[in-house]
């Protein structure tokens, strides 16, 4: 049992990894620019879409460094 090997999809931590920070910034990108531009929208104004981008980039690179960064 020592001498098992390793799978040939070891490597594919990294790519997972990846994919997730790349979901984390798209999905605070649409989450929080949506409900700016929703507010934009409602409230007949030109700034929430953007206070709402920012916001959900700020966001989601907060969580990538919580969950990636920290080591």
């Known amino acids: ?8 999809n070891s490597n594919r931590g990294g ?3 990846l994919w997730s920070i790349f979901g984390y910034l798209l999905s605070g990108l649409l989450v929080w620019g949506g ?7 409602f409230l ?4 929430f879409t953007l206070i709402g981008l920012l916001l959900g ?6 969580l990538v460094w919580m969950r990636f ?3």
């Open 1 to 8: 049992m020592a001498n098992e090997e390793k799978p040939e």
């Open 15 to 17: 790519e997972g990894a």
């Open 35 to 41: 409900i700016g531009y929703g507010l934009d929208h």
């Open 44 to 47: 007949n104004q030109e700034i």
């Open 57 to 62: 980039m700020g966001s989601a690179l907060y």
């Open 69 to 71: 960064g920290r080591k």
